[in-house]
């Protein structure tokens, strides 16, 4: 399993971002995929799951109705658009591939899921 991100960069607050992760190694259509964070001197934070076929994805709160992940199962990639930045989203961000076509939710079993090298996303004027 290989997970390469990319996009990430320096936004002002209430910028936008779009996050790419292309997986190879595996078959990609057939898993869930998550993107997940982790701000400075915290812990792994869940942040968006998406189902293996793109048919419903779920968000953690702090994100919801700001961030919109989305995949492309031809081109082996899951993208995490995000909106309305704030410097809280400062962080590393990671994709994940999760074990099954379902996602997991939550901040949870992050020890069964397959993860990338991260990408910084800082938000600050």
């Known amino acids: 399993v290989q997970l390469v991100e990319s996009g990430g960069g320096l936004a002002q607050p209430g910028g936008s971002l779009r996050l790419s992760c292309v997986a190879s190694?595996?078959?990609?259509?057939?898993?869930?995929m998550a993107w997940a964070r982790q701000a400075p001197g915290k812990g792994l934070e869940w942040v968006a799951g998406i189902y293996f076929d793109g048919s419903d994805a779920s968000y953690a709160d702090s994100v919801k109705g700001r961030f919109t992940i989305s995949r492309d199962n031809a081109k082996n990639t899951v993208f995490l658009q995000m909106n309305s930045l704030k410097p809280e989203d400062t962080a590393l961000y990671y994709c994940?591939?999760?074990?099954?076509?379902?996602?997991?939710?939550?901040?949870?079993?992050?020890?069964?899921?397959?993860w990338g090298q991260g990408t910084q996303v800082t938000v600050s004027s």
């Open positions: 190694g595996f078959t990609f259509s057939s898993y869930a």
């Open positions: 994940a591939k999760d074990p099954g076509a379902v996602p997991i939710m939550g901040d949870t079993k992050f020890e069964s899921r397959s």
